[in-house]
């Protein structure tokens, strides 16, 4: 029972110390000494730029751009505006548009010396203030460069670079790099995004051959959050970041964001207000510092990669990859001398030992299985505007995964105290299993943990497990992993080994558990505390980053390293399984509660998007939902007294709820197609006054190639025919498009033009608290066709 106690102190301990590691610091005020960040200035840029929602070519953006270059005019930074055009393809997709960067210099003593670059966004979304993404990053960008210069004249050139049309797909960075003179002149770029709402600023990238920005970074950054696996892991990642644009023209540096408060990232909820500002502090106060070395001295050079990460209090040990063999050869030292305590006083067996590795893998199968029904038990979906219930209420979807986690562990050690728990082990797997395809279709991840884990449960409980062999197993079974991760994917290795080196620790000077003298009961509990406090960083972290509960096992796994020598009881059949069930059932209970009830609260509404749509051609008119209606979206669409039907348009991958409406006066955007007897085919499209925006979707039914924008090869993706292509023009300016076809008889064009503003007769009705216009919501749509019937020949 005092095992138990302890093991419960040291989990209740660990939270506390990880809350604090994780709460933000307090905003420092605007009378802050000059060459301090100060949370409270930098608001006042934020609410200027990041109230409403400004997206790129729109009225609103340009005045986010005006206030700006006043900004930067008042900082003595002589800014200007580079104006371009640019354009990015995803697949199929071609996202496009006008920019305009607002670029100013703080210049250095050696004007010829390679700049430091202080880059962030200044657009948003459409729908959202972007208040956290990206001004934050931007008004951060404004007062670091204002701390640096009440340094004094910097030893180069700091460039303050504030992009457009980021969100549009890195348009601004891309003119930048391609086309500015600056370019050239750039040495290192700090660049600063966001994800969310709050939460502390994360060092996540930077460029190749990164030892020397490491060892600068840990010595300068204040409060410094960072570590090699989310490098690691963001190279392999199709994420990108203005950062991205960077490193592709040879650019090196680091790259910010904060990530907490998911529910606000590219959200109409996402405004000062909501913003937590000591996330704002966080990442000025980190950024401040090594900002101000890169602007007052030399720059860093290439090294190799190092492992590195933040231990607790601040601390980020950093050692080259060759020295990773080096802890886990120390550990393996470890675990050998455990063991052999414990063989010296007859404690362990190779029975034991095997018991210990079957129930290493059994807590990765069961705790798999049970994390997937727990997640899929809460009925929402994933991706996108499905998952947002979850964000809602995100503290306790944590809770209830923790729940789930920790029933896992403290379920298969109260097995492996049991004579006959083979069934149940292998029944408890096989039923979380299969009982993740009884929510949204079926679930291939939960099966293939349930099956595996009953296989392991049968072959591995059955006769009680003395604790030296079994936590010597378990030891065993990690360090073996560490070994291959080592070999895989040295950088990210040390997620196994550091909490595993503790443990092996922990289990020398035990004797692996068998020691039951004061000091050893008094070790166990405090190695316990610090790897739990640590390894609830790494899962509240993977929960925030990827809607992918099988990434939550790792921490899991690696805290039953310390759960197990306090949760296994030492007699055979002592243990008790009901604090393990009474977890399961807890998370589940969580689950059905979001499954069940709403999450929507003023602070986290739901995401509604009606739309207005008008075909002129067809004289026809529509209240559309481009999300799954609610009960006020189906009012507004029904509210000319329009009977509810699936509305197919071509730039949807979907047919959505639409309702006949009466249409109003309006022309589809002006476009013109033409070809030439070789198959060259020329569209030019251009957009009316006032529109946001123009979409163009393309159906070739036989092969198109040689594909051209304004002139810049588009290197689209070309098949041998029905293939649907779709260009996002952003106002204010038309593009054309030059491509060669097989047939150009047979290629199908439709355009709809956007207008963010509702044109329709009836207004829109107030929206209630508990809802949240997105992105396009209110917005008009106007839709037109060209087809080719015959050569020579456009319709619409």
């Known amino acids: ?87 990015a393809v995803y697949g199929p997709h071609i996202y496009g548009g006008a920019v305009e960067n607002v670029i100013g210099v703080l210049p250095g003593r050696d004007r010829s010396a390679p700049a430091l670059a202080l880059m962030a966004h200044y657009d948003s979304v459409a729908g959202s203030p972007g208040a956290a993404d990206d001004a934050a990053g931007v008004a951060s960008a404004l007062e670091i460069v204002r701390a640096i210069k009440a340094e004094g004249v910097p030893a180069r050139d700091v460039l303050v670079l504030l992009t457009d049309g980021e969100e549009a797909r890195l348009l601004g960075a891309q003119v930048f790099f ?75 540096g680091l790259n910010f964001a904060f990530i907490g408060r ?71 030292g470890l675990i050998a001398c455990g063991a052999a305590r414990a063989n010296r006083q007859r404690a362990i067996s190779r029975a034991d030992l095997a018991r210990g590795i079957g129930a290493s893998l059994y807590v990765i199968a069961v705790s798999g299985a049970l994390l997937e029904l727990t997640r899929r038990a809460t009925g929402v979906g994933s991706g996108g505007i499905a998952y947002r219930p979850i964000l809602a209420r995100f503290p306790t979807f944590e809770l209830m995964m923790l729940a789930a986690a920790l029933g896992a562990v403290l379920t298969t050690a109260a097995f492996a105290g049991k004579r006959r728990a083979r069934w149940s082990a292998a029944g408890l797997a096989l039923i979380a299993g299969l009982g993740a395809s009884l929510f949204d279709g079926f679930d291939l991840a939960g099966l293939v943990f349930g099956v595996g884990g009953a296989g392991v449960g049968v072959l591995t409980f059955g006769a009680p497990t003395r604790i030296a062999g079994s936590w010597t197993g378990l030891l065993t079974v990690v360090l073996v992993t560490a070994v291959a991760a080592q070999f895989a994917a040295p950088t990210a290795a040390y997620v196994l080994a550091w909490p595993l080196l503790a443990a092996a620790a922990a289990a020398a000077m035990t004797a692996a558990g068998a020691d039951h003298s004061k000091r050893a009961l008094f070790i166990t509990p405090v190695i316990a505390i610090l790897i739990f406090a640590w390894l609830g960083g790494l899962f509240h972290t993977l929960l925030q980053g990827l809607d992918l509960p099988a990434l939550v096992i790792v921490p899991t796994w690696l805290a039953a390293l310390m759960i197990w020598p306090m949760a296994l009881h030492p ?31 003023p602070r986290h509404p739901n995401a509604v998007e009606p739309v207005y749509i008008v075909d002129p051609v067809a004289q026809k008119a529509w209240r559309a939902s481009l999300l799954v209606p609610d009960a006020w979206t189906r009012s507004v669409l029904g509210a000319e007294g329009g009977a509810l039907v699936k509305l197919p348009l071509t730039f949807e991958a979907e047919p959505v709820v639409a309702a006949a409406a009466a249409p109003i006066d309006l022309h589809p955007a002006p476009a013109s197609l033409t070809t030439g007897a070789d198959g060259q085919v020329t569209l030019v499209t251009g957009m009316h006054p006032g529109a946001a925006g123009v979409i163009v979707t393309l159906q070739a039914s036989s092969a198109i190639d040689h594909m051209a924008i304004n002139g810049n090869p588009a290197r689209l993706s070309s098949g041998n025919g029905n293939m649907a292509y779709e260009i996002v023009w952003h106002a204010p300016d038309g593009f054309t498009v030059n491509f060669h076809s097989d047939d150009p008889t047979k290629l199908d064009i439709h355009t709809a033009e956007i207008y963010d503003r509702w044109m329709a007769a009836t207004p829109l009705p107030p929206m209630p608290a508990s809802d949240q216009a997105w992105d396009r919501s209110g917005s008009t749509i106007v839709l037109g066709t060209l087809k080719r019937n015959l050569p020579g020949e456009v319709t619409r």
């Not at 600023?201 to 051959?209: I, Y």
């Not at 300068?220 to 690691?232: H, I, K």
């Open 571 to 601: 007699e055979p059949e002592e243990g008790r399984l009901w604090p393990a069930a009474a977890l399961i059932a807890a998370g589940l209970a969580l689950a059905a509660d979001f499954h069940l009830g709403s999450p929507w609260t």
């Open 262 to 332: 998911p529910f606000d990232y590219h959200s109409p909820s996402s405004t000062p207000e909501a913003l937590d500002v000591g996330s704002l502090q966080h990442m000025g106060a980190q950024i401040l510092p090594t900002a101000r070395a890169l602007a007052f001295g030399p720059l860093p050079a290439r090294a190799p990669d190092v492992v590195y990460g933040n231990l607790l209090a601040g601390l980020i040990p950093a050692y080259p990859i060759w020295f990773g063999w080096v802890i886990l050869i120390v550990t393996a």
């Open 1 to 87: 029972m005092a095992k138990s106690w302890a093991l419960a102190a040291a989990l209740l301990a660990a939270f506390v110390i990880f809350y604090d590691e994780t709460v933000t610091p307090e905003p420092v005020p605007a009378n802050a000494p000059a060459r301090e960040f100060s949370a409270d200035r930098a608001m006042v840029d934020l609410r200027a730029i990041g109230s409403i929602p400004h997206v790129v070519g729109s009225p609103a953006n340009a005045s986010a751009r005006d206030y700006l270059i006043a900004r930067m005019r008042s900082l003595d930074l002589s800014p200007d505006i580079q104006h371009g055009s640019s354009f």
């Open 178 to 252: 391609d086309e500015s003179p600056l370019a050239a002149h750039v040495g290192y770029v700090i660049n600063m995004e966001a994800r969310g709402g709050g939460g502390r600023a994360v060092m996540f990238e930077t460029g190749p051959d990164n030892g020397e920005d490491i060892a600068l970074y840990r010595r300068t950054a204040r409060q410094p959050d960072s570590n090699s696996l989310a490098v690691f892991v963001y190279k392999h990642m199709p994420n990108h970041t203005d950062f991205t644009v960077a490193q592709q023209h040879g650019k090196v």
